[in-house]
């Protein structure tokens, strides 16, 4: 499974595209006919596709018009509520994890257990999806005298910090909204 190519690890690999290359390594590892899941929506689906073609893999894709689709349906404090479509058919899902961005990931997981277990039945992939628990320090919802806080710190980099205020901006909340950012440690300093 890659789950995505972002630009994290950027100092050390110099580009995006070393970046998806050095993830496509772990094509290696997978025996011939074997599956892996991949970000239809990523700028780097096609090279990885062909890379995983050349080593006679299957190409499970997940994302917007991927195999794997979460459409989210409601969003609100408890999590999402959506359609998870896959080649197996289609299921509504009610997902503990707040964050309209977690689709994608949503998606991700149900591909990847698609890939990795053969025969895996729709209702093992609903359940497990399902009672998925959030990371802790990753969008944990808190209240605290009538307002609302987002605590999201957990292994930061420029594109969770993207998601996270991309999902402050979209929220419906009465009252102002503030984002609190600190630095984020580049790795050697």
Do not use: W
């Amino acid at each position: 499974v890659i789950t995505n190519v972002g630009s994290a690890h950027i100092e050390y690999l110099g580009s995006r595209e070393n970046i998806a290359l050095a993830k496509a390594e772990i094509f290696r590892g997978v025996p011939p006919c074997g599956k892996v899941a991949l970000p239809i929506e990523s700028d780097f689906f096609g090279k990885l596709s062909e890379l995983a073609k050349q080593l006679d893999l299957v190409v499970v894709s997940f994302g917007k018009g991927g195999d794997f689709e979460f459409v989210i349906k409601e969003e609100c404090p408890a999590g999402l509520r959506g359609e998870l479509k896959t080649p197996m058919g289609s299921v509504e899902l009610n997902i503990p994890v707040i964050g309209a961005y977690n689709a994608l990931n949503i998606a991700c997981a149900a591909a990847g257990a698609y890939a990795l277990i053969e025969n895996i039945k729709l209702e093992n992939i609903k359940t497990g999806l399902e009672n998925v628990k959030g990371e802790k320090l990753r969008n944990e919802l808190h209240e605290h005298k009538g307002a609302r806080f987002i605590l999201d710190c957990y292994n930061a980099n420029p594109d969770s910090m993207a998601a996270s205020l991309t999902m402050l901006k979209e929220m419906d909340v009465k009252g102002r909204k503030a984002a609190l950012l600190g630095g984020m440690v580049v790795s050697g300093e």
